[in-house]
């Protein structure tokens, strides 16, 4: 017998931006391009975009993946000009 109210996958929770610290994330989707030979009809990308500094994750076929390689990037140390 087969469940007939599967779960929801549960995925992982965002990190915050590794660039500014924002807690103001998006998660963005989009088809691949149907004229490109290396990608099948219908699948498409998934990343993870920055609203406060414009920062963007790179694409991964599946909203996990682009999830779990956006929480595996660390904050980048903010570069202050010495003051003269």
Do not use: H
Not at 24 to 33: E, G, K, P, W
Not at 40 to 50: L, N, Q
Not at 53 to 75: F, I, S, V
Request: aromatic letters at 6%; a negative charge; proline letters at 11%.
């Amino acid at each position: 017998m087969t469940d007939m109210n599967p779960q929801p996958e549960v995925l992982p929770d965002l990190e915050s931006c590794p660039f500014c610290g924002s807690q103001r994330l998006t998660v963005n989707s989009a088809l691949a391009d149907p004229f490109d030979p290396e990608v099948k009809p219908g699948v498409g990308c998934w990343w993870i975009g920055c609203n406060s500094c414009r920062a963007t994750g790179p694409e991964k076929r599946t909203e996990r993946d682009a999830r779990a390689l956006w929480n595996q990037a660390t904050l980048q140390p903010t570069k202050r000009k010495a003051a003269e």
